[in-house]
């Protein structure tokens, strides 16, 4: 199974992070060059070993999302990345098109359904604000959300310091009403909670 190609290679990580990150990421997430090194390769020896996963980003980058997600236990990132691959395995129609010059993402993005404002907070953390209520269900489907959702946390979680910090969100509910629960059925709402959580 070693030979199988990858969407990205392995490589070999090299920090950029500034001392305060640094520093916070070995206080609050037990991550120091060893146990990056030493997470990062139990990881990829796991995917190549995982008969359920068919394909990843072996990049470090992608895999440290996990690993300072869990604290650097090893374990737990492995579970939540095998969750987050079998969420996107199931709405892949949604989550393999993440484009956000499709017509129907410029127009939720242009409503401001889901974004993330310009500043940080006092702790340093993104603000992701989500309107629900301007998700107009006559015009957008339950690809359309699991679509713009992708493309707005991929997007974030590729900077280092979001992962590092973490988020803090924000939902205004107003037009928000018993029609969204016919959105997804309770299988798949349920899936998406259990699954989708693991990368944010």
């Known amino acids: ?35 990056r090194q030493t997470a990062l390769a139990s990881m990829r020896e796991w995917i190549k070993q995982n008969p359920r996963i068919k394909n990843c980003r072996m990049d470090a980058r992608f895999l440290l ?7 650097f236990s ?27 010059t499709i017509p129907m993402m410029e127009d939720l993005t242009n409503r401001g359904y889901l974004f993330a404002c310009p500043k940080r907070d006092s702790k340093g953390r993104r603000v992701i604000v989500a309107r629900p209520g301007v998700f107009d269900l006559e015009e957008f489907t339950q690809g359309d959300m699991c679509r713009i959702h992708g493309i707005v946390y991929e ?4 900077d280092e310091e979001n992962q590092i910090r973490g988020f ?15 959105l997804f059925t309770i299988k798949e709402a349920v899936r998406i909670v259990k699954n989708g959580e693991v990368s944010k």
């Open 1 to 35: 199974m070693s030979d199988r190609k990858w969407v990205t290679e392995p490589d070999e990580y090299v920090c950029t992070l500034s001392e305060e990150l640094q520093t916070m990421a070995e206080e609050e997430l037990r991550e120091d060059k060893h146990s």
């Open 74 to 100: 090893v374990t737990l990132a492995q579970e939540a990345l095998e969750r987050y691959v079998l969420l996107r395995q199931t709405f892949g129609v949604a989550f393999n098109c993440l484009d956000i």
């Open 168 to 182: 803090v969100h924000f939902a205004d509910g107003q037009g928000v009403g018993f029609s969204y629960l016919t």
């Open 65 to 71: 999302r996990f690993l300072r997600f869990k604290k």
């Open 155 to 158: 997007t974030l979680m590729e």
